[in-house]
């Protein structure tokens, strides 16, 4: 509900909670970040750390957060020379001991594959609501190696493995008359997966395919943000120096 009537054209205006405090956003009070809280030497084993107690959190909330899932976060990549920028949900896989953070997904028609090719940097943001916290992670990205897809690939339930194989992701579906009527472009999808069933039909083992695998992005810049009363976060930034990993910490202002 808007806190206030629509003015000209906006259709929503300073969007708020409800209730007595209603006229107002929700305030920031769950808890508060200082230095003294960080890991000191590097931001994998602090974010390590947040991560866990995100997990827990969540558990912690019961069958209403049985949709939240610590390792959901937001996957931005930018395209050269233009530069525009593109954002989607992705799911966060791994946290290797060497400071990469792992994400599996198509990487031959996709949108994030085409802004890849042109420009390795990416970012991840990951908030966490239960605790009102938040961390952005910047740097370089590469694919892993197809064993180490493979690896991961194994895990993932048989639709999944279907699917990937299936899916020409963020081509454009064509629609085609179905059962008297045009469909979606639904039809052309359902399509693709069948022939995959039929490729694959008594096959335990799906090998990876060439196109999907991987990604791994090391960060250069992790900063760890509190939410704050007032909206004075507290908000602390780690910037790698050299490639020995070690880390600068400085605090920011909110």
Same mark, same amino acid.
């Given at each position: 509900m808007a806190l206030h009537p629509p003015q000209g054209d906006k259709l929503i205006f300073a969007p708020g909670g409800s209730g007595a405090q209603g006229a107002q956003a929700a305030q920031f009070t769950?808890?508060?970040?200082?230095r003294a809280d960080l890991d000191g030497s590097s931001p994998i084993p602090q974010f390590h750390r947040w991560f866990s107690e995100a997990q827990d959190a969540i558990r912690?909330?019961?069958a209403g957060a049985a949709t939240a899932t610590a =390792?959901?976060?937001?996957?931005?990549?930018a395209e050269l020379p233009s530069g525009r920028v593109s954002s989607r949900m992705v799911y966060l896989k791994e946290l290797d001991a060497r400071g990469g953070y792992v994400l599996y997904s198509n990487f031959g028609t996709s949108r994030k594959a085409a802004d890849l090719a042109t420009n390795a940097h990416a970012a991840l943001c990951f908030y966490w609501p239960a605790l009102q916290?938040?961390?952005?992670v910047e740097g370089a990205a590469a694919r892993l190696s197809s064993a180490e897809s493979q690896a991961y690939f194994d895990t993932r339930a048989r639709g999944s493995?279907?699917?990937a194989w299936s899916s020409r992701q963020s081509a454009v579906l064509v629609p085609a008359p179905r059962d008297g009527a045009d469909d979606d472009g639904r039809a052309q999808l359902e399509a693709w997966v069948a =022939?995959? =069933?039929?490729r694959f039909e008594g096959q335990d083992v799906i090998p990876v395919p060439e196109f999907w695998g991987g990604l791994r992005l090391v960060p250069t810049r992790v900063e760890f943000w509190q939410g704050r009363d007032s909206r004075l976060h507290d908000r602390f930034v780690y910037e790698r120096v050299n490639e020995n990993d070690e880390w600068v910490l400085s605090r920011l202002s909110p």
């Open positions: 769950l808890g508060t970040l200082s912690a909330q019961g =390792e959901s976060c937001t996957l931005s990549t916290r938040q961390v952005r493995r279907i699917g =022939e995959t =069933e039929r």
